[in-house]
């Protein structure tokens, strides 16, 4: 007979939604729902365990997506990281677009996870 193996119960973290915005100047509309930052702008997102940092940041409410742009630098505690000139981010969607300045590309860096070797089976 088999052995079935029971699954650990999910652990799920609680989020708390909160985003730090750091820059030289924030505006906020609330006619159209639009939150800019503008110059030396840092998010911090400890939920997602990111840091951006860009020239302008612009958070769309309404449509629920971020438009970084200027020098975007996105990094994440993983060690996964993108840059490129404009990002847009697609909250509910948890997607984005970079696009990159003209004449240049987005670099990425992923961080590929080396699989786990049984170490009773040797080559």
């Known amino acids: ?3 079935q193996a029971i699954a650990a119960p999910a652990v799920v973290t609680p ?3 909160l985003v730090t915005i750091e820059s030289d100047l924030q505006k906020a509309d609330n ?3 639009i939150v800019t930052a503008t110059g030396n702008v840092r998010i911090v997102y400890p939920d997602q365990r990111v840091v951006a940092t860009a020239r302008q940041a612009q958070y769309f409410s309404r449509e629920g997506r971020v438009v970084l742009s200027g020098d ?3 990094i994440q505690e993983t060690g996964h990281s993108i840059r490129a000139e404009r990002l847009i981010y697609l909250v509910e969607r948890e997607r984005i677009v970079a696009e990159p300045a003209p004449g240049e590309q987005v670099i990425t860096h992923y961080r590929l996870n080396a699989p786990v070797q049984n170490p009773g089976l040797q080559p």
């Open 1 to 3: 007979m088999f052995n």
């Open 15 to 17: 989020t708390s939604g």
């Open 31 to 33: 006619s159209t729902g």
């Open 72 to 74: 975007v630098d996105v």
